[in-house]
């Protein structure tokens, strides 16, 4: 990689990077950006890193100078008013290239929220005219591609009864302006029609600029034009002061973080002054805005700022109808309440740096850098190929013509700018055919496109920070992979939600839910960029061991194709309470089976009280440290935790004559409310039999609360600091909560039987590994980091319920996957399929803290060639009706384990 670094700064066209220092760049990145340490950053999209400079230059003058509310009329007060002043004349000249003689065109509008809030606050300012007033002709257009936030404020809109249209390409829209300006009913010039799009696509960086604008203008010169900048403002200017002169967008709006990461809360709306008035019909007013209200009806209340001018009238004329703002005082009519002066200084001092380092150059600089990086990422990830032949990257695009009738006429092409620091991406699977045109004829893109929810995982497990999924632009997305909204209405149906972990639909084609994004900024250096080409040819690149690897395992067959062998049960585990640590069985102890699983196992779940969500180690590794265990014959649960007492629950009476097969597993308590005396815990553990919605896997069941005393226990443990746990912060209030007596869950396999009933497991009943598998997984460690490894990877990493071993030798590593049925005793199981591993086999199960491996190298050797899933283990079902005829059925530790190994017609009987 060394090398390659060397190669590519010795290039003619790398003068850019780094504003033509990259050794002084470095060390600046090493210094103002201490958080990046040991971190491949690649989501400045979504919020670039706070530089330390600026923070402490911003927050050292909150010490020693004080500054007030600017409404007030003290001396600090008029000397922050002074800053907040100067502060919107420099967004101007320094983010918007505005010239000083023509700041005066334009005002800066401050906003509380960002971006989202200014295009809200447009909207709620727009004096919408309905369907019959403007006579069919559109209130509202905007391109589909473009961020959730721009799309939604036709919201807004279809709630005043105004007209919306979209348009799926510029060009359409662009002809929808040319349709307007030429129709016999044009909208009054009181209200014409708002066109809103993104200078930069943020999903995958395609930039349509202020070019777009001048051509919407040209097309429509009535129309006034919203342009959503925060993606194209993070890394270059959008020159306002470059446009003709009525070509100019109306408003503009942008986030400040989306540029120096903080303050997160400060949103900029440029306001073109010429169309200040059409901002004036905002019904809310607040506090400095007015100059006076009455007390009663008729309300009425008169703008503390307001034009000298006769405003336009109001049909129909309302006590509360306000004449138009000045166009001096477009900011003080907008900013309700008091403005964020604070934060607006804090955007100074960042201003300030930002002149400093790139030598003042500001945001010039800064987009040329990305845009050299971008080049390099870019021509790395299309250099790979799946065994030097094959292409594993895709790059997506926005702003597409979709046919022939999007660019009918020369005025109707849209140009684009070259694009900005995002690059929206897909990896392909081997003997793929897809493209950034998917292929029609494709059958199952789950054999074809690396999901983007194990992409993202393995990234995180290598610290490196991208981004997928619908990146908040459902317009891209969607184009990409070709759905439609009959499609995503079938997916609300199946229960798929935005945020989710779903990678495909699950009706064929089996299309993506969702693409990649890495994103680039300010702080992004050469290093990042090879690093994550690495790690894509590290985890993704397939070579030809990979490929054999990925081969089914060949076992040699016996008569008819089948083998018998034979095996033990090694270990047998419970985990009483869901996504906590293990309980492993004594081998003297026969445990009960039933069809939902053993007896007790993942019977019980902490949920947050705040969200209603079951808590995972995914995302709380601590849970790792909670030891629930199930002590049968006093009848309860015990539950350690590091600096905690124990905990001590009832286990119901055990009706031993009661036939446990085909019943679900009891509640582990049925009154909630008994705890031990040695539990140290104010208050009384009193049963509350409130029964309420958890959200549990995506999906939404009924749960009953256990013990208010048990609540308080988990509440104190799991939000306790600590040094030796990578989560960051702790769940905030939780309860230990069950599934209602005699109710269940069903896993969705597709066998031919009925739905399969569990608890409170993610898939399936019963989950099955091997030591075979373990030990080569261990060797693969090993081999892959040239160093010996202190210990073999363990079974409890993976979860399983049932742990299997044969002699030495007479088993292959994975000879589970070939297995079809097998017997533990005098009970036989069936197996269901692979089990794919996310990223709770990133948690060491004895500390607690998050580990690279053993998920890391499963990632290389254990992807489905049919999913590009990583799969370990596999799923099970007791079928009882084979086993023995008693009434309680049971297994147990060193159990004799017959194995049937052959094709999938044959089973047991």
Known sequence: MQRKRERLLASDDSRDYGWGDAAAFERMRDSEYAALKDTVYLDHAASPPVSKTPLESFTSSLQVTLFSNPHSASTSSVATSLAVGRTRTRVLTDLFGVRPERVGEWDVVFTHGGATQGI??????????????????????????????????????????????????????????????????KPSAETPTLYTYPAQCNATGARLGLGFCAQIKRANPDAKVLIDAAAYLSTSV??????????????????????????????????????????????????????????????????????????????????????????????????????????????SHSLDWLNWITNGRGLEAVGKHVKWLRGVLVGELEGLRHAGVEKVFVEHRAFQERDERDAQVEEETVHLEGPGPVVGFSLLLPTSSASTAPDTDITDYRTHVVG???????????????????????GVWTRVWDLSDGDLAALEAKGRKCWDEEEFAPFEPFKPLGIARVSLGLASTLEDILKFVEFVKKFFVVSEQVVALE??????????????????????????????????????????LTPSGLLHDRELMLVSTSTGRALSQ?????????????????????????????????????????????????????????????????????????????TLCDSDVSSVRVSSLADAWFTRFLNMPSTHSSTTSGPGPVELRRLPP?????????????????????????LLVTSESLRALSEWIERDSGTTQEKEVKAAAFRPNIVVEGEIGDLPPFWEDEVDDFRVGGEVFATLGRCRRCLMVAVDQTTGQRTAEPLQTLSRYRKS????????????????????RE????????????????????RLS
């Open 865 to 884: 060639p049919s999913s590009g899933r990583v799969e370990f283990g596999v799923h099970c079902m007791w079928r009882q009706e084979l086993g023995r």
């Open 238 to 347: 959008l020159d306002l002061g470059a446009c003709e002169e009525g070509e100019e967008p109306d408003f503009v709006i942008a986030s400040v973080y989306k540029i120096f990461g903080f303050p997160t809360s400060l949103g900029l709306l440029i306001v073109r002054r010429a169309s200040a008035h059409l901002l004036s019909h905002a019904p809310y007013f607040g506090g400095g805005t007015v100059s006076s209200l009455s007390l009663s009806s008729p309300f009425s209340h008169t703008s503390r700022y307001t034009s000298t001018l006769p405003a336009l009238p109001t049909f129909p004329p309302t006590p509360s109808s306000q004449p138009a703002p000045s166009s001096s005082s477009i900011h003080e009519s907008l900013e309700s309440g008091t403005p964020p002066f604070l934060e607006i200084l804090a955007l």
């Open 452 to 474: 983007h929810v194990h992409l993202s995982r393995l990234a995180l497990l290598n610290s490196i920070a991208l981004r997928s999924g619908g990146l908040c632009n459902t």
């Open 742 to 766: 005699g109710s269940s869950r069903h896993a969705h396999f597709d066998t031919s039987g009925p739905p399969l009933p569990i608890r409170l497991s993610n898939e399936s009943p019963f």
């Open 887 to 906: 009434t309680q059925r049971t297994i147990s530790v060193e159990d004799d384990v017959l194995v049937t190994v052959g094709g999938r017609s044959c």
């Open 551 to 592: 081969k089914p395992l060949a076992i040699e067959a016996e008569t008819k194709g089948r083998k018998v062998q034979r095996a033990k049960l090694k270990e047998l585990m419970i985990y009483p309470i869901k996504s906590c640590a293990a309980q492993s069985l004594p081998s003297s102890t026969p445990w009960p």
């Open 120 to 185: 809200k606050m447009v909207g709620e300012a727009w004096k919408w005219r309905g369907q019959e007033d403007l006579r069919g002709r559109n209130g509202l257009e905007y391109l589909v591609e473009g961020h959730t936030s721009l799309v939604g404020l036709r919201g807004i809109a279809l709630a005043r009864s105004s007209p919306v249209l979209s348009h799926r390409t510029p060009s359409s829209l662009l002809r929808s302006a040319r349709s307007s300006r030429s129709s016999a009913f």
């Open 618 to 694: 995914k995302r709380y590794s601590r849970m790792a440290l909670i030891r629930p265990a199930v002590d049968r014959e006093k009848r309860s649960l015990v539950v350690e935790a590091p600096g905690m007492e124990p905990l001590v629950l009832p286990l119901p009476v055990l009706n031993d004559d009661a036939p446990y097969c085909g019943l679900d597993t009891p509640p582990l308590s049925e009154d909630g409310h008994s705890l031990e005396a040695t539990v140290s815990l104010e208050g009384h553990g009193r049963h509350v039999e409130d029964t309420r919605s958890t």
